[in-house]
């Protein structure tokens, strides 16, 4: 039976992950992501998909970062109508996402309208919040290591750390195995458990976001206390923009134990993050994913004041008052973060926190590489502010851990194909596997088809 696989997203770049498989009659689609970062990529989410979505029999999620689960909206009003399989919290995590992606697509759409910075009369969405909170009916969660049917396929999960229900995809078909790395966690992270030992498939798909670097070893916590310390002696405040899932709760473990340590001044701590909040929550319900017990859990609300009305946060960036805001988007692609953004970058005494990997043409990169302006919501605002990087906190292994990772396989697959990296760390993550493996690697480009025999 021909078996193939095609890659349709995360090949030359670090969004949008999409990879067809096709078994005799049965076609799946693992991972359903927006393209994201510069505007060629996120056009991309609007280009017609090159086979009728309704031939497509599933959908299975490694996890549920909008960049693996963004476009499943999309997909359903192009005629997609089969089951989406994932795990319990990834489909727990894409209850908050998806309708919170729609809600911001449909704000985009019209202050592009009311602002008129658009090519597009009117701009339209790519879907809208009623169509993300539709998608969520599709979802059928599947427990871990358990294996079920797709087809003529059979699939399970394994843990992949990285985020709440990130898993690896396992995939027998035709007399083959496929495993799909998703997004691989860190050995050591502060909170996920690390990614799950695999011992063997024929072909496997790894990512390679940080397929040409290495995570520095600092003290992230030492660092991070001495970046507040600093601007509040300045009499300035702080701003984190934060993924709502990971990161965010990573830098509430941080400030919890540097407030509990009194390490930091005694400055009021903000999650102005609806999202964040819930997704924070969602740990006490799935403890066995991660480090936490429930005691160390709760400790993640005590630190903070909770802002969840749009009031609230409006007010925070009324007032310039020394005090830490943790808010999204980590890539500040949108969310709250623009508003405090615009309203205190332009104050040399103030700092904002880069936490994080930075796609190309998002305004987080612009940043890191000396931006004095960004343009927000249509119009050019000035940056003066402090601006720090902080990398040790990536959910992401880096190219030696994933080596590490591959230590465990029994035997080389029969070819390893690199994706979900932009094109200089996928090479480079090509050079890591042949040279300390040995192994068959391969570099596929967007929409690259091969037929696994």
């Not at 087809?151 to 035709?174: D, M």
């Not at 094109?423 to 391969?442: C, K, L, P, T």
Request: contains cysteine; proline residues 5%.
């Amino acid at each position: 039976m021909k078996l193939t696989l095609r890659f349709l997203g995360a090949a030359g770049t670090v969004t949008g992950s999409r990879y067809l498989l096709s078994c005799g009659a049965t076609h799946v689609l693992i991972d359903c992501g927006l393209f994201q970062g510069v505007k060629n990529l996120r056009l991309r989410n609007w280009t017609p998909l090159p086979f009728p979505a309704e031939q497509i029999d599933a959908v299975i999620l490694t996890h549920a970062h909008l960049d693996h689960s963004g476009y499943l909206p999309r997909l359903i009003r192009e005629g997609f109508n089969g089951p989406v399989f994932c795990t319990a919290a990834t489909a727990a995590l894409a209850a908050i996402l998806l309708p919170d992606s729609g809600h911001l697509q449909e704000d985009d759409a019209r202050r592009a309208n009311r602002y008129g910075y658009t090519k597009h009369h009117p701009a339209q969405p790519l879907y809208t919040a009623a169509e993300a909170e539709q998608s969520l009916t599709y979802l059928q969660a599947q427990p871990f290591h358990s294996s079920f049917a797709v087809g003529n396929l059979r699939v399970r999960f394994t843990p992949a750390g990285h985020i709440l229900g990130a898993a690896c995809v396992h995939i027998e078909a035709a007399g083959r195995t496929l495993t799909f790395s998703g997004d691989l966690g860190r050995p050591n992270d502060l909170l996920m458990l690390p990614p799950e030992p695999v011992t063997r498939a024929d072909y496997l798909i790894v990512e390679s976001t940080y397929g040409d670097r290495l995570h520095p070893a600092g003290d992230v916590k030492a660092r991070l206390a001495e970046i507040i310390k600093k601007t509040a002696a300045r009499g300035g405040l702080v701003m984190i923009p934060a993924f709502a899932v990971g990161r965010a709760q990573d830098i509430l473990y941080l400030l919890a134990q540097l407030r509990t340590e009194q390490a930091i001044p005694a400055i009021p701590i903000y999650l102005d993050s609806p999202m964040a909040i819930d997704v924070t929550d969602l740990f006490s319900h799935y403890c066995g994913e991660h480090r936490l017990d429930r005691q160390q859990c709760a400790a993640l609300f005590k630190a903070v004041v909770y802002v969840r009305d749009q009031r609230e946060s409006k007010q925070l960036s009324a007032s310039g008052t020394p005090k830490i805001i943790v808010a999204g988007a980590g890539m500040l692609t949108g969310g709250r973060i623009l508003h405090h953004l615009r309203a205190f970058g332009g104050d040399h005494r103030n700092t904002i926190v880069i936490a994080g990997y930075q796609a190309p043409g998002t305004r987080g990169a612009a940043l890191q590489s000396g931006a004095k302006t960004l343009r927000i919501f249509g119009e050019e605002v000035r940056i003066n502010c402090g601006v720090e990087s902080i990398e040790e906190l990536s959910a992401h292994a880096d190219y030696r851990e994933i080596g590490d990772w591959l230590t465990h396989f029994e035997q080389a697959p029969k070819t390893v194909f690199v994706t979900h990296g932009e094109m200089v760390a996928a090479d480079h993550m090509r050079q890591v596997i042949e040279q300390r493996f040995g192994w068959s690697v391969v570099v596929p480009e967007l929409g690259q088809e091969v037929t696994l025999n």
